[in-house]
């Protein structure tokens, strides 16, 4: 008998973990590397702050592009063959979910393992990894994941002609809208789109959001100088986190028009893009369905009903839905019940002929590329955070001095009363609070200071370091 080829043997633990492989080679040089610490902060710093970074122009706020291996993918066709030597038809593209990074995709056992890599092995798929700015609003980043989809067909050397979409958490989301969206202007990816899946994606929106906003309205509503500073902190979540209450895809879920009023008290319904198999899974925080945390929390942060509302809604087929016992919202995103759903739904690997698509080689010269991402360089990132840390101060004293002001006007107001110490008591109102606003606005002169010589320095040090 001749010997037996290698294959990848998937085993499925008690616990959600990573599958075991024998004679998965080549599966660690394909798949997407680990983002470094300073990255992964990064990103969390951008679902709390990604909307105020990016109105600031501060460098912090990622822009949203194509990783491999930890790296920005060019999306010109020496970029992408380079990246993918045995780049074929179909592509499968991810989308992280909230605070992440493609980084996220990665087995605890094996974090050069993902979803992407297992695929490509068994399948001969290629695998994309977008990472974004999470703290924006869905709408935002479903309109720039459509655009950046248009950019990879057209950059790509290989027709891409099956394209699979796998969203984790608020990555569905924006999934769904950059279908919207890419309907809405007829771009050329779509028809190519053949499907998408749906890790743990709040459709409905999410129970912990939902009870932030609760808190941030009753805080608001109490007229008391600290009360609303609290009021200002629980409110700093960003545009993105707060679509996570409704599950909100579309602009006008957000945007007010002049005169309207309110935004709309319910986002609009967005059926599911026709033409394409869509499929959801959902993680239960106990193995029991009926149990009362699995019935109160779903996944711990989404509840079931929100993760599969759109495939109910739309009659889909039972096969569509996955329900995972016991793996929580995180482990959505890199274990073996799910990737035994998705493998599934995949299918059969291609033909021979389909794998030797006719390529479309051009050259890149003369063309505009698109902007993409920058990676922040250790200098850079200094500056942006020594930015992000001078608006805080300038902000964060301009908060506390409205509160002291507050506080202070009390008992003068009261002296003022009563006639005689009100001529007194007007005069030293008028010294105290002089001071006062003398001492924040040194404070603040002084964080400004301390911001340029920062920035003198940074530019110093690059200036030395290219001359040398």
Same mark, same amino acid.
């Given at each position: 008998?001749?010997?037996?080829?290698?294959?990848?043997?998937?085993?499925?633990?008690?616990?959600?973990?990573?599958?075991?492989?024998?004679?998965?080679?080549?599966?660690?040089?394909?798949?997407?590397?680990?983002?470094?610490?300073?990255?992964?902060?990064?990103?969390?710093?951008?679902?709390?702050?990604?909307?105020?970074?990016?109105?600031?122009?501060?460098?912090?706020?990622?822009?949203?592009?194509?990783?491999?291996?930890?790296?920005?993918?060019?999306?010109?066709?020496?970029?992408?063959?380079?990246?993918?030597?045995?780049?074929?038809?179909?592509?499968?593209?991810?989308?992280?979910?909230?605070?992440?990074?493609?980084?996220?995709?990665?087995?605890?056992?094996?974090?050069?393992?993902?979803?992407?890599?297992?695929?490509?092995?068994?399948?001969?798929?290629?695998?994309?990894?977008?990472?974004?700015?999470?703290?924006?609003?869905?709408?935002?980043?479903?309109?720039?994941?459509?655009?950046?989809?248009?950019?990879?067909?057209?950059?790509?050397?290989?027709?891409?002609?099956?394209?699979?979409?796998?969203?984790?958490?608020?990555?569905?989301?924006?999934? #769904?809208? =950059?279908?919207?969206? &890419?309907?809405? +202007?007829?771009?050329?990816? $779509?028809? @190519? !789109?053949?499907? *998408? %899946?749906?890790?743990?994606?709040?459709?409905?929106?999410?129970?912990?959001?939902?009870?932030?906003?609760?808190?941030?309205?009753?805080?608001?509503?109490?007229?008391?100088?600290?009360?609303?500073?609290?009021?200002?902190?629980?409110?700093?979540?960003?545009?993105?986190?707060?679509?996570?209450?409704?599950?909100?895809?579309?602009?006008?879920?957000?945007?007010?028009?002049?005169?309207?009023?309110?935004?709309?008290?319910?986002?609009?319904?967005?059926?599911?893009?026709?033409?394409?198999?869509?499929?959801?899974?959902?993680?239960?925080?106990? #193995?029991? =369905?009926?149990?009362? &945390?699995?019935? +109160?929390?779903?996944?711990? $942060?989404? @509840? !079931?009903?929100? *993760? %599969?509302?759109?495939?109910?809604?739309?009659?889909?087929?039972?096969?569509?839905?996955?329900?995972?016992?016991?793996?929580?919202?995180?482990?959505?995103?890199?274990?073996?019940?799910?990737?035994?759903?998705?493998?599934?739904?995949?299918?059969?690997?291609?033909?021979?002929?389909?794998?030797?698509?006719?390529?479309?080689?051009?050259?890149?010269?003369?063309?505009?590329?698109?902007?993409?991402?920058?990676?922040?360089?250790?200098?850079?990132?200094?500056?942006?955070?020594?930015?992000?840390?001078?608006?805080?101060?300038?902000?964060?004293? #301009?908060?506390?001095?409205?509160?002291?002001?507050? +506080?202070?006007?009390?008992?003068?107001?009261? !002296?003022?009363?009563?006639?005689?110490?009100?001529?007194?008591?007007?005069?030293?109102?008028?010294?105290?609070?002089?001071?006062?606003?003398?001492?924040?606005?040194?404070?603040?002169?002084?964080?400004?200071?301390?911001?340029?010589?920062?920035?003198?320095?940074?530019?110093?040090?690059?200036?030395?370091?290219?001359?040398?």
């Amino acid at each position: 008998m001749g010997k037996r080829p290698n294959r990848l043997v998937l085993v499925h633990s008690a616990r959600a973990g990573a599958p075991e492989g024998t004679g998965s080679a080549g599966v660690k040089e394909t798949s997407a590397s680990l983002p470094s610490p300073s990255e992964r902060r990064q990103a969390a710093l951008n679902a709390v702050l990604g909307d105020y970074l990016e109105r600031r122009g501060n460098p912090l706020a990622l822009q949203m592009a194509f990783y491999q291996r930890g790296l920005l993918l060019p999306l010109t066709a020496a970029g992408l063959q380079l990246a993918h030597p045995g780049l074929g038809p179909r592509a499968v593209v991810f989308v992280h979910g909230m605070g992440q990074t493609e980084g996220s995709w990665s087995f605890a056992g094996d974090p050069s393992m993902t979803y992407g890599s297992l695929l490509q092995a068994e399948l001969g798929v290629t695998p994309f990894y977008v990472r974004y700015n999470t703290g924006r609003r869905v709408s935002q980043n479903g309109r720039e994941l459509a655009a950046l989809l248009e950019r990879l067909v057209q950059a790509s050397p290989v027709v891409l002609d099956e394209i699979t979409l796998i969203g984790h958490s608020l990555g569905g989301l924006v999934i #769904r809208s =950059a279908c919207y969206y &890419a309907g809405e +202007l007829r771009l050329s990816w $779509l028809p @190519r !789109l053949r499907r *998408a %899946v749906y890790l743990g994606a709040p459709h409905l929106g999410s129970p912990f959001e939902k009870a932030g906003h609760v808190v941030a309205t009753v805080l608001g509503a109490i007229d008391h100088p600290v009360v609303q500073l609290i009021h200002t902190l629980s409110d700093i979540r960003g545009p993105g986190v707060k679509d996570l209450r409704r599950g909100s895809l579309l602009d006008e879920d957000w945007q007010v028009p002049a005169g309207a009023g309110a935004a709309p008290a319910r986002p609009k319904q967005v059926p599911l893009c026709a033409g394409v198999e869509h499929y959801f899974v959902a993680g239960t925080l106990t #193995r029991n =369905a009926n149990h009362p &945390a699995t019935l +109160l929390f779903g996944d711990a $942060l989404v @509840r !079931l009903s929100s *993760a %599969v509302d759109p495939a109910r809604r739309s009659g889909l087929p039972p096969d569509h839905i996955a329900v995972l016992p016991g793996v929580n919202h995180v482990q959505l995103a890199h274990c073996a019940e799910a990737y035994a759903r998705i493998r599934g739904w995949l299918g059969a690997a291609p033909g021979a002929q389909a794998v030797a698509a006719q390529l479309r080689l051009e050259p890149d010269e003369g063309k505009s590329a698109a902007p993409v991402a920058r990676a922040l360089g250790d200098l850079e990132r200094l500056g942006a955070h020594g930015a992000l840390l001078e608006d805080a101060v300038d902000r964060g004293t #301009r908060e506390i001095q409205d509160i002291q002001e507050t +506080l202070s006007a009390r008992p003068y107001d009261m !002296l003022q009363t009563i006639p005689a110490v009100g001529s007194v008591s007007n005069l030293v109102r008028r010294w105290h609070f002089a001071s006062m606003r003398a001492t924040y606005a040194a404070i603040r002169l002084l964080n400004r200071a301390s911001g340029l010589v920062l920035r003198a320095a940074i530019a110093q040090r690059k200036a030395s370091s290219g001359s040398g």
